[in-house]
């Protein structure tokens, strides 16, 4: 049964994974990439280094963000969301590096080793926090029930 996830359903899916892949497009370029996450108050929390997502992003806001839960070819979720970039300064950034800390860290092998996915120890002070401020957002899923 192929269907359409509801308002909670899709929240629950955003609330439940930490990796989505975050679409920017830029010039004529399309660019994907999966990022770590966090959502809340229908805003998607993440951080990055600089370089090519965040140029797009300056220079277009506009992006879509994907997140699915892949049990099997035939029971999936899969949501879609549509919103703006927004880079977060002061007490927003802080409160916002936090919950991302708290929500992957422990997802880790060895948290008190880990950099910052991939951003080394020394760039930490570059590190560019932001959030996607949702406009609208699709869900579906498929699954299917033994007789």
Known sequence: MLGD???????SLLESQVIGRLGCHQDGETYIVPINYVYRNNAIYAHSGPG?????????PRVCFQVDQIADIFKWKSVILWGTF???QGEERQQA???I???IMPLTYRPSQETSHGIDAGAHQNIIVYKINIKEGTGRFEEHTEL
């Open 5 to 11: 996830l509801n308002k909670g359903e899709i929240i």
């Open 52 to 60: 090519k997502k965040i140029d797009m992003l300056r220079a277009d």
């Open 101 to 103: 800390i708290h929500r």
């Open 86 to 88: 927004k880079e977060l």
């Open 97 to 99: 590096m936090q919950g």
